[in-house]
Each structure stands twice: as C-alpha cells, then as structure tokens.
C-alpha cells in the first residue's frame, strides 16, 4: 500500500458492520492508485476527508448507519469529495440520476435527464440518446418523430 495511505489506529470492533466495508471501498478507490477504480475517483482528485480517512467511528457518525441494504452512500455534490453534509444513503435508481455522465435536456422550459424525458413521452431512452447524441436531432424533434417499427 502507498506510503500516502493512512493507516487506521483504533480497535473499535465493528468491522462486521457492512458500513465498515463501504468504507474501506471509499478509502481504496480514492487513496490507492493501485485500486482499480482509483481511476474514477482518487485520480480525477476525489478525495475523503482526513478525519474519515483514518477513523471509522467518525465516519460512522456522520454518515450513520445504512438504513436499508439496498442503500449505498452517494456524494450529493459529484464536484467535492466523500465529507460531512456531501453524503447520502441513496437507491442505485436515485444514484444514477446523480453521474456525471447524465446528459440533461430542455424540453419545453423544463430541465431534465434523457432517461426522465424519454418516460415522460413514453419513448425508449436508447432511441432518444441514438437522435439527439447522434444524429445531431433537436430534443423537439427527437420526442415528436414517431417511431419507425420494423416488421
């Protein structure tokens, strides 16, 4: 492990607490250049909050304990880092709203993402990312043109 990787001190007893894993995952993917994931996070300059960094116990009381196992903890802000009031349990559904990939759209003085507009006209998202990405379609265009079915 890097030398820059700090090491926890303290003996809390909670390693069995699935947030305790998650932890070490934030810690890896943001510290370990080694980490697979490191790519996406630590070296695009995400980072976690040095009293996160080398305690569990004050990670955990900040972000609380996973009130269901089908949450993960998920940054609010995709620009700062894994800190106190950036964080929170969220579905995977609410977290893929939350990418930086997301592409966002206006549609008739509304904002909203591909995905969202694509349900709302009751359209297939692939074929509304396919007109607008591209074949270079207005959002307009790219919603009123009917499907073309193929027999």
């Known amino acids: 492990m890097p030398t820059n990787y700090p090491k926890t001190q303290e003996r809390h007893g ?3 607490l699935p947030e305790y894993e998650i932890w070490l995952q934030i810690k890896q993917r943001c510290l370990n250049p080694k980490n697979k994931r490191y790519v996406y996070y630590g ?3 995400v980072t976690i909050c ?13 972000v609380g304990r996973r009130p269901h196992k089908k949450l993960w903890l998920d940054r609010l802000d995709n620009s700062k880092g894994y800190e106190p009031g950036n964080v929170e349990w969220r579905t995977i559904k609410e977290q893929q ?5 997301n592409l966002w759209l206006e549609y008739r ?4 993402l591909l995905v ?5 006209v009751g359209m297939d998202r692939r074929l509304l ?12 265009k790219a919603v009123s043109k009917p499907s073309q079915r193929r027999s």
């Open 43 to 45: 070296a695009r300059g």
């Open 129 to 140: 990312r396919q007109r607008i990405i591209d074949n270079g379609w207005s959002v307009e």
């Open 116 to 120: 969202d507009l694509a349900e709302r």
């Open 109 to 112: 003085g509304e904002t909203l």
């Open 97 to 101: 709203r939350n990418k930086r990939n």
């Open 50 to 62: 040095a009293e996160w960094q080398v305690s569990f116990q004050t990670f955990l009381t900040h």
């Open 14 to 16: 909670l390693r069995d």
